[in-house]
């Protein structure tokens, strides 16, 4: 039973344009959302994060918006470089836990 | 600071062997989850050490088996290997709690496969 879902399995950007990493849930009970990208072979680094009591969250090109009643997180990047390509994963935790339920990743590829 | 260290990188087990893999935390971090990666079933939870305790468990069998050490280090032992326990297991670190804003970090994780 997957709770967090990346529906795209992949997305192709132009180098300077925006990138848009969409995710959505299930358990109303989430409360903290992050973001990683990861690299075959690599563990997972983290990107940015946000409480279920923001609707945003900014940090240098990255912007996480968060839309609780849809269910929904979206991770955007302005601009897009080449080295951002990787593979972005979405995952969301519980009050009082720190095991997160990953989304099933999104590959972008940033073309030059 | 040094990052979560994981070792092997890289281990080759045949089926019903058994395996252990060793993790650091980055230095001053109590909280030590583990995670299973497989191209079927992504990123899994595994379970979660805070303070030498079992603090929270996934849904794996009984075969996958921890602990914590009073240094915070942790190892994660898998017996009666399976083919399908082939995967890239990754350990994490927290200093706390994720919820109140601290950020969970990753090691390089152990490619194991099994034969």
């Known amino acids: 039973d997957q709770q967090v879902k990346q529906n795209s399995p992949s997305l192709s950007v132009q180098e300077g344009r925006i990138s848009i990493l969409n995710c959505d849930y299930t358990n109303s009970m989430f409360d903290y959302f992050l973001w990683y990208k990861k690299y075959p072979a690599e563990g997972p680094t983290f990107l940015i994060s946000?409480?279920?009591?923001?609707d945003k969250n900014e940090d240098g090109r990255f912007t996480v918006f968060l839309n609780k009643s849809a269910k929904h997180l979206s991770l955007h990047i302005v601009p897009s470089q080449p080295g951002d390509s990787a593979v972005y994963f979405c995952a969301a935790t519980l009050t009082g836990a720190n095991n997160l339920f990953f989304g099933t990743g999104t590959r972008l590829t940033v073309i030059p | 600071k040094a990052g979560v260290t994981q070792t092997p990188r890289y281990l080759i087990k045949t089926r019903g062997q058994q395996v252990t893999l060793s993790c650091s935390p980055i230095?001053?971090?109590?909280?030590v989850s583990w995670y299973q990666q497989t191209p079927g079933q992504g990123l899994q939870f595994l379970f979660e050490y805070f303070s030498e305790t079992q603090r929270n468990k996934g849904n794996f069998p009984g075969r996958f088996s921890g602990r914590q050490f009073s240094n915070s280090r942790s190892e994660m032992n898998v017996s009666t290997l399976e083919l399908g326990d082939s995967a890239l297991y990754l350990c994490a670190s927290t200093s706390g709690l994720l919820a109140t804003g601290d950020t969970q970090y990753f090691g390089p994780g152990t490619r194991l496969t099994v034969l």
């Open positions: 230095s001053g971090h109590r909280s």
């Open positions: 946000i409480s279920s009591i923001k």
